[in-house]
């Protein structure tokens, strides 16, 4: 059964740094683009981040853009989220997922999340 766990959240202050990991169990972990989601309470699930396989290839919504950047190491099964500059209205629960295309997401792979607190 894939899992994906993801850590590293927390409480930061505005313009703070956090770092997210995603470790997930699946062997043909390099064989997929892989994305970062969030969810803020009361609002729909946001795509935040995409990264190709081979990790060459990154986007990122406008909301983001220059403040985080995702990584990934084929050789850990593990993506990353960098976070800079954060801001109060990036507080949510960041979730990872494999990717079908674009920026759609398995249903069936969700993870528990971690929570990021961004006060100001």
């Known amino acids: 059964q894939v899992q994906l766990v993801e850590s590293g959240g927390g409480l930061v202050q505005a313009g703070g740094s956090l770092r997210l990991s995603c470790a997930a169990s699946?062997?043909?972990?390099?064989?997929?683009?892989m994305g970062w989601f969030r969810q803020a309470p009361g609002k729909e699930r946001e795509f935040v981040a995409r990264?190709?396989?081979?990790?060459?290839?990154?986007y990122y919504p406008d909301s983001v853009k220059g403040r985080f950047t995702i990584s990934r190491d084929n050789a850990k099964n593990t993506v990353y989220l960098q976070m800079n500059s954060l801001k109060p209205e990036d507080t949510a629960v960041y979730y990872c997922?494999?990717?079908?295309?674009?920026?759609?997401?398995?249903?069936?792979?969700w993870g528990q999340g971690t929570q990021v607190t961004v006060s100001s």
């Open positions: 997922n494999f990717l079908k295309g674009g920026t759609v997401p398995y249903d069936d792979y």
């Open positions: 699946e062997r043909t972990f390099s064989s997929y683009t």
């Open positions: 990264i190709n396989w081979s990790g060459g290839s990154t």
